[in-house]
T-cell receptor
Framework: DSGVTQTPKHLITATGQRVTLRCSPRSGDLSVYWYQQSLDQGLQFLIQYYNGEERAKGNILERFSAQQFPDLHSELNLSSLELGDSALYFC?????????????????FGNGTRLTVT | AQKVTQAQTEISVVEKEDVTLDCVYETRDTTYYLFWYKQPPSGELVFLIRRNSFDEQNEISGRYSWNFQKSTSSFNFTITASQVVDSAVYFCALSERTGKLIFGQGTTLQVKP
């Protein structure tokens, strides 16, 4: 058990809809990362938050947004869903110390949310 | 740009064979970290190892070993005496300064009984 909790595990929805994926990081971790894993694209970095602030942005579509709340949990909002958005969405967390170089901290991943858009 | 390449898409071996998964990376940073993750059929991503760019010593953990060669920008992973439970997708990853990981495309390892 990585200590990272993602809900829901599965989500089936229709095109055009909006969904929210939720992530609770490991206790003590300040950084949260979102990744998308699809069959043809592999693991793609979407966005990172550190202690409530956006830290890095990847190939995240404008239809997608995220935030990290004061209690450090994070939500990924996906809107105007398309068939191609069907994927496994992972949240990960790490200790991440801002200003000291965070890149030595392993990311610990949740079990993912499998999104199916029909 | 930083990049990780896992040239082997799929590998199939018979149980008890040794197998090596290749990973080649590109970075302009002088300090960086490399990682391996395992994704079993159940889907979760499991952290296996972290190695920093200053430590080129090989590491062994049970049947797993890692060979880091800075001169060739490679961080290969060997499983000795493979078992069916080793069947999974294995990802090599490189960290950026923000902490985010850049993953290779993954190598699917199938170990047959």
């Amino acid at each position: 058990d990585s200590g990272v909790t993602q809900t829901p595990k599965h989500l089936i929805t229709a095109t055009g809809q909006r969904v929210t994926l939720r992530c609770s990081p490991r206790s003590g971790d300040l950084s949260v990362y979102w990744y998308q894993q699809s069959l043809d694209q592999g693991l793609q970095f979407l966005i990172q938050y550190y202690n409530g602030e956006e830290r890095a942005k990847g190939n995240i579509l404008e239809r997608f947004s995220a935030q990290q709340f004061p209690d450090l949990h994070s939500e990924l909002n996906l809107s105007s869903l398309e068939l191609g958005d069907s994927a496994l969405y992972f949240c990960a967390s790490s200790v991440g110390v801002l200003g000291q170089g965070t890149y030595n901290s392993p990311l610990h991943f949740g079990n993912g949310t499998r999104l199916t858009v029909t | 740009a930083q990049k990780v390449t896992q040239a082997q898409t799929e590998i199939s071996v018979v149980e008890k064979e040794d197998v090596t998964l290749d990973c080649v990376y590109e970075t302009r940073d002088t300090t960086y970290y490399l990682f391996w993750y395992k994704q079993p059929p159940s889907g979760e991503l499991v952290f296996l190892i972290r190695r920093n760019s200053f430590d080129e010593q090989n590491e062994i953990s049970g049947r797993y070993s890692w060979n880091f060669q800075k001169s060739t920008s490679s961080f290969n992973f060997t499983i000795t005496a493979s078992q069916v439970v080793d069947s999974a997708v294995y990802f090599c990853a490189l960290s950026e300064r923000t902490g985010k990981l850049i993953f290779g495309q993954g190598t699917t390892l199938q170990v047959k009984p």
